[in-house]
C-alpha cells in the first residue's frame, strides 16, 4: 500500500553532479523521515543523508559540502543533489522513507525502501 520509486541515477564524470529523486505514494498520513542510503559492491549498506519533517539534517562525513538532502512536503518527495562526484561515491542508493500510514492501517508506522538506483561515477 506504500511504494517509494527512485528516478535520476546515472553515469557521470567525475566532478560532475546528479540529482535524485524518491516519490512515496500510497496510504500515506505522515512522512515523519526520508533519507538517501547506499551500497557498493561487497559492502553494507549505509546512511548518507536524512532529513526530517521538522527540516533538520545530517550527513555521512564523506559527502559533507558535496551532497544536500531537500524534500517537498506536498509531494512527499525527497531529493538528493550530489555535485563534485567522486569514483567512491558510486554505488546502487535507496530511499528510505519513516511513515506513519492512512487509510485501514491508520496510525500504524512503517520504514519503507525503495527499489535503488545506480550510480556510477567513472572517468
Known amino acids: 500500500q506504500v511504494q517509494l520509486v527512485e528516478s535520476g541515477g546515472g553515469l557521470v564524470q567525475p566532478g560532475g553532479s546528479l540529482r535524485l529523486s524518491c516519490v512515496a505514494s500510497?496510504?500515506?498520513?505522515?512522512?515523519?523521515?526520508m533519507a538517501w542510503y547506499r551500497q557498493a559492491p561487497g559492502e553494507q549498506r549505509a546512511l548518507v543523508a536524512a532529513?526530517?519533517?521538522?527540516?533538520?539534517?545530517n550527513y555521512a562525513d564523506s559527502v559533507k559540502g558535496r551532497f544536500a538532502i531537500s524534500k517537498d512536503n506536498a509531494k512527499n518527495t525527497v531529493y538528493l543533489q550530489m555535485n563534485s562526484l567522486k569514483p567512491e561515491d558510486t554505488a546502487v542508493y535507496y530511499c528510505?522513507?519513516?511513515?506513519?500510514?492512512?487509510?485501514?492501517?491508520?496510525?500504524?508506522?512503517?520504514?519503507?525502501w525503495g527499489q535503488g538506483t545506480q550510480v556510477t561515477v567513472h572517468s
Open positions: 528510505n522513507a519513516d511513515l506513519t500510514l492512512g487509510g485501514s492501517y491508520y496510525g500504524e508506522t512503517l520504514s519503507s
Open positions: 532529513i526530517r519533517s521538522g527540516g533538520s539534517t
Open positions: 500510497g496510504s500515506i498520513f505522515s512522512v515523519n523521515a
